[in-house]
């Protein structure tokens, strides 16, 4: 029933920025906390950046200090600030979705979004 869609990605030269969005659409019960994840070919699925429904913030060490992960209660929408990339940020980016709570949720995913850094 919850749709999210993602927009933004791209390519970019080492260093250079993309902002990258989530955007819900359906019936949310209670959303708990959405979220990032990346995986590039050949590598495993990686978790990028969460926020939880109280603005509580968890990023993975290879991004901190150059992504920021924020919220739009209003709209349901998650953005990822994504600064300084490099080429090993490559990858699809996908969205999550957790409704319900930390006990007992549902999570909803993104079709990805491609994020390429290269010169």
């Known amino acids: 029933q919850v749709r999210l869609v993602e927009s933004g990605g791209g390519l970019v030269h080492p260093g250079g920025s993309l902002r990258v969005s989530c955007e819900a659409s359906g019936t949310i019960v209670s959303l708990y906390a959405m979220g990032w994840y990346r995986q590039a070919p050949g590598n495993q699925r990686e978790l990028v950046a969460t926020i939880t429904s109280s603005g509580k913030t968890n990023y993975a060490d290879s991004v901190k200090g150059r992504f920021t992960i924020s919220r739009d209660a209003v709209k349901k929408t998650a953005v990822l600030q994504m600064n300084n990339l490099k080429p090993e940020d490559t990858a699809v980016y996908s969205c999550?979705?957790?409704?319900?709570?930390?006990?007992?949720?549902?999570?909803?995913w993104g079709q990805g979004t491609q994020v390429s850094v290269s010169s």
């Open positions: 999550y979705l957790d409704d319900g709570s930390s006990d007992l949720y549902r999570r909803y």
